[in-house]
């Protein structure tokens, strides 16, 4: 009777042994992979840090012609260009209101930007001579909308609206021809389209991240910054630059492989 029992109790424990080992395999099947398409946030590794002389700068470029960057001020309407160290070279006053975004063209002799209230994307020559403006409307709210815009090697347009929708808008001239909601961060501040690689980095002030996406919009990459109101994003010689809203600071981040 005693060996019956002791049987039933080992078969009792085997049993509680098998269901056990089937519910962890069954978690481990259930939980997300660790695949590209949803990476590990990492933080972005900081060089340095510039005050700039530029009022709530928004929007960051890189132009290789100049060897210089470019800035706006939502503040005041005026294009800055400024170097490495953040000093102010020259800046350029243009008939455009609440300025959030900057590029140029795929050869540089074209300058784009972006006016959030107007929801206006506004062309002008190098010398600030405006020669045309075409309208955006996809926000919701005027304080929710256009926020950065570059250039892809075809000279098509991407501009983010910053949320409500958050969404890229691709632009060949005036025309739409596609728009991508994007669910990443929080809200959308700048885009850098990096030509080497055919894809897109952007900055996040409320997510304080910068994140990579493919050609086709899916993430390749995200890290942390440590700072909100980053408002613009370019990347030169391996190096990202970031430029801070509410404190007037360019910094410098090492661009991750």
């Known amino acids: 009777m005693q060996a019956a029992s002791e049987r039933s109790i080992s078969i009792m424990n085997k049993l509680i042994i098998i269901i056990l080992l089937f519910i962890s395999l069954s978690c481990q099947r259930n939980q997300p992979s660790t695949s590209i398409t949803d990476p ?7 060089i340095a840090s510039y005050p700039i002389n530029v009022p709530e ?50 050869n ?34 005027h304080n929710n909308a256009l926020e950065g815009i570059t250039v892809d090697n075809s000279n098509h347009l991407f501009i983010i609206n910053e949320k409500s929708p958050r969404m890229i808008l691709e632009y060949a001239g005036q025309k739409e021809i596609s728009r991508k909601e994007i669910d990443y961060v929080s809200d959308l501040s700048d885009i850098f389209y990096e030509r080497n690689t055919n894809s897109f980095w952007i900055v996040s002030d409320e997510s304080q991240k910068v994140i990579w996406l493919s050609r086709d919009f899916n993430l390749i990459g995200q890290w942390s910054i440590p700072f909100t109101k980053g408002e613009g994003i370019t990347i030169h010689n391996n190096i990202i630059y970031i430029v801070n809203d509410a404190t007037n600071t360019l910094y410098e981040f090492e661009r991750p492989n």
């Open 40 to 46: 590990t946030i990492q933080i972005l590794k900081q």
């Open 57 to 106: 700068p928004s929007g960051l470029f890189y132009n290789s012609k100049t060897n210089s960057l470019f800035t706006v001020s939502d503040g005041n309407g005026t294009v800055y260009e400024i170097n490495f160290n953040g000093s102010v070279l020259r800046s350029l006053m243009i008939p455009s209101s609440d300025l959030e975004g900057i590029t140029y063209s795929a």
């Open 108 to 141: 540089n002799d074209t300058m784009y930007v972006v006016e959030e209230t107007n929801r206006l994307v506004s062309k002008y020559l190098a010398d600030g001579r405006k020669l045309s403006s075409f309208s955006v409307n996809v926000a919701t709210a």
